[in-house]
């Protein structure tokens, strides 16, 4: 059925694609998406760091060990899922950080200490920053336990909605979520979602467009290309594949 429903999204014009799943038309989700960059990284984990720039606004999401860090514009908002190395660093936070910066992570002791003057927030709470809505959406797996309150993020940015899934597996929490226009997934099976898990998030949910990150195109430790081929084979026809270049 699957082999079936991709030669049929082969004709399938755009016109289909703006009428699925979110609230933005695929003008907006197109012009969204250019303005995403995925960052490569020197950890050996991989990378997990992504930039939207958002008109003025620079958002980064779980900067760590960025290979471009020189070039890269001060942060107005810094996003942390969790505390794993290849995902927080606080030492690439204070080099992208400038006064007005607001750091927005999961809801820890730790995190409290080290930014003050952040935003924490547990699974289901959100905020506005920047005017940007930002809403936390429970993250977790085997090797990252729920209870730990670590997160992924949903960011509302000029009506487009784009959901940073974090390190998690393919919960009900993140199957519920509706209306999301650009799904910004962590692909790693056995660490976060396999190939298969991403395509089951976009046939269930129905993003517009779905970026995977985390993988390491140039290194198969984690046989993580597997896992893209996987999804390009496996995602329905109504979800567009981004695969982006690390920068
Ligand atoms: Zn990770």
């Not at 197109?30 to 490569?40: E, F, N, P, Y």
């Not at 396999?194 to 046939?203: K, M, P, R, T, Y």
């Amino acid at each position: 059925m699957k082999k079936t429903i991709l030669a049929f999204g082969l004709f399938l014009p755009a016109l289909f694609l703006a009428s699925c799943a979110g609230n933005a038309s695929a003008e907006q989700v197109d012009q969204l998406v250019s303005q995403i960059t995925w960052l490569g990284s020197t950890n050996p984990y991989g990378h997990t760091a992504i930039l939207i720039q958002a008109g003025d606004l620079n958002i980064y999401l779980d900067p760590v060990d960025l290979a471009s860090i020189d070039t890269l514009p001060k942060a107005d908002i810094i996003l942390v899922t969790h505390n794993h190395a290849d995902h927080f660093s606080a030492e690439t936070i204070a080099a992208l950080t400038k006064e007005g910066t607001t750091v927005v992570s999961f809801a820890s002791p730790t995190m409290a200490a080290l930014y003050p003057e952040g935003i924490r927030l547990a699974p289901g709470e959100n905020e506005r920053v920047n005017g940007i809505k930002i809403e936390a959406i429970s993250a977790y797996n085997d090797s990252h336990a729920q209870g730990m309150g670590f997160v992924g993020f949903i960011l509302t940015i000029d009506g487009v909605r784009v959901y940073c899934s974090g390190d998690t597996e393919l919960s009900p929490e993140m199957l519920a979520l509706a209306d999301i226009d650009v799904a910004v997934l962590n692909v790693r099976a056995g660490y976060s979602l396999s190939g298969e898990d991403a395509a089951d998030f976009a046939e269930q949910v129905g993003p517009q467009v779905l970026i995977p990150i985390h993988w390491m195109p140039e290194d198969d430790t984690y046989d993580d290309g597997a896992q893209i081929d996987i999804l390009r084979q496996d995602l329905p026809a109504t979800t567009h594949l981004v695969v982006l270049e690390l920068k």
